[in-house]
């Protein structure tokens, strides 16, 4: 009995090193296949980590383009605003040029009709404040003869001979209109007699 006691245990045995060969297995198994989940998930996670890190990205492309849009509109819209103003402000100082050319004729015909000098202060004011608001508005009046002829400036109604040989040709012997410009541009050229 004795013997086949033993020959049970050692079945009992075998058995059980069979059975813990089957669980290692079954357990090698299951571990093998929670790491293949586990690797999946990862897998899956970096792909999404991934997907995600492209659209910030896309995000940040977009806004970066439409601050710089609006940034552009914005300098259009100062530049646009601005040359409004500037066209605005040149027609309306055309508008008043002709105004004050009377003006200056008045004085001269009243200077040379030797007029009565409270008429004369009068115009003569009101001639001063006309200068004073084209001075702010940074109206300068192009009156000077003397000078080169410069077609930005001048309009050549006639050439003629100089009195004076020493005169070079193509001088501005006499301004018959004054000529005005607004900054750099000329607002309306003048005109002149210019020697050949």
Known sequence: MNNNEDKQTVDEKDMS???LKAQEMDEHTE?????????????QQE???????????????TQLRKAAEMENMRKRLE??????????RETAVESFLPVYDDLLRTLDAMEQAEAEPTYFDGIQMVAKKFEDVLEKYGVERIDESGVPFNVDLHDAMLRQKPDDDSVESGTVLQVLENGYKIDEKTLRHA?????E
Request: no cysteine; proline share 0%; net charge negative.
């Open 17 to 19: 090193a069979d059975e």
């Open 31 to 43: 571990d093998t296949d929670l790491l293949k989940e586990q690797q999946e998930r990862i897998q």
């Open 47 to 61: 792909e999404q980590i991934e997907e995600l890190k492209n659209e910030i990205q896309s995000v940040k492309d």
């Open 79 to 88: 530049r646009e605003r601005v040359q409004t103003y500037q066209k605005a």
């Open 191 to 195: 005109k002149v007699i210019v020697s």
